[in-house]
């Protein structure tokens, strides 16, 4: 079938140090055009790209009717417009996480594509990444027994102004702090290994450094409650090291994996099942072609993509009862909107 048109939308440094390249490998995509605010700065990245269309207006790329899907790499905060403004146009959405600024965004987005209707997808590269599609598959297999326990943090430093993006740090651009950023990774693989969404949460929050972290956290930490009884405890902060991890507990075994979700480190898996260990590498891989990839399929006819907008949605109304249960000091129940869930 002919390769689906798509149009890049924001060009940080994510856009162009990994989904951009990812374009270049995919078998069921093209990539048509590239719109940033700064129309010199969209041309001179579609020339050293060979794009062939640069625009800085959405609505222009939007009149180019190659342009079939527009993946969205922009700050959370402009997701609810433009996620709008491209459904309305006819063209499919393939969003970067965090999905909105809040549950309520997520659902009115995911509403309005349904009514174009146009399909919606959810950037949840994990979903396509070997090493947690390895743990998923050893899951469902029963090696591991019964889940109990689920650990995992993400972390990265954003304590240098200088170096760090304004809006990371900025309410209105980014929603919040590393829960929006970073532990939204966290929360979505545990929801994805677990098979269920957590029925409740625990949070608690800090800010040492008040000058730099004014207008979003610095650090939480959080605890998730499913109804099969897993408990799954996570962490994220703004002012340490590059780290993360995951690791599981079941009744029969456990998996631990290090590093977890950067995209560019090797990854080092270790399993138990009793007396048995098992160790295995997962070298670094593209993980932002396989999900255009899938959502190109799944836009000439084929199988939904695991992590639709419903999956966003999900995950942003957990994270609004996490930072509800911050702020009041007590445990808050996930609220999931009638008919909303995947």
């Not at 939007?62 to 079939?68: H, T």
């Not at 009115?108 to 590269?125: D, F, K, S, W």
């Not at 109990?148 to 240098?160: D, G, N, P, R, W």
């Not at 200088?162 to 929360?187: E, F, H, K, S």
Request: net charge negative; charged share 15%; with cysteine.
């Amino acid at each position: 079938m002919r390769p689906v048109g798509f149009a890049v939308l924001g060009l940080g440094a994510l856009a162009q140090t990994a989904i951009l390249p990812a374009f270049r490998d995919t078998k069921e995509a093209t990539l048509i055009a590239l719109v940033s605010r700064d129309a010199e700065k969209a041309r001179r990245v579609a020339l050293l790209h060979g794009v062939p269309y640069a625009y800085n207006s959405l609505e222009d790329c939007l009149a180019n009717p190659l342009v079939e899907a527009v993946y969205i790499a922009t700050p959370p905060g402009r997701h609810l417009q433009e996620v709008d403004v491209v459904a309305r146009a006819g063209r499919h959405v393939l969003c970067e996480k965090p999905l909105a600024m809040t549950a309520a965004e997520a659902a009115e987005m995911v509403t309005t594509c349904a009514q174009q209707p146009v399909l919606l997808m959810t950037a949840y590269r994990k979903c396509f990444e070997p090493a947690m599609i390895f743990i998923r598959d050893l899951i469902l297999s029963g090696r591991i027994g019964a889940l109990k326990i689920l650990h995992t943090s993400f972390s990265e430093i954003h304590a240098q102004p200088m170096i760090t993006p304004a809006w990371i740090l900025d309410r209105q651009l980014a929603g919040g702090g590393p829960l929006m950023d970073l532990g939204i990774y966290c929360i979505h693989a545990a929801r994805w290994l677990a098979g269920e969404n957590p029925a409740r949460v625990s949070a608690s929050q800090w800010t040492h450094n008040q000058s730099l972290f004014s207008e979003v956290e610095e650090g939480i930490a959080f605890s998730m409650y499913f109804p099969s009884g897993l408990v799954a405890q996570a962490s994220t902060c703004y002012s340490a090291a590059l780290s993360s991890m995951l690791y599981v507990e079941g009744t029969r075994g456990s998996i631990s994996l290090t590093p977890a979700y950067p995209y560019e480190q090797e990854r080092m898996l270790n399993a138990r099942f009793g007396d048995e260990l098992l160790q295995k590498t997962f070298p670094v891989v593209d993980e932002f072609r396989p999900q255009i990839d899938a959502f190109s399929q799944a836009i000439r006819g084929g199988t939904l993509p695991p992590s639709g907008g419903a999956e966003g949605y999900v995950d942003m109304a957990i994270i609004d009862a996490i930072y509800r249960s911050a702020n009041a000091g007590t445990p808050q129940t996930v609220e999931l909107g009638c008919g909303m869930t995947p």
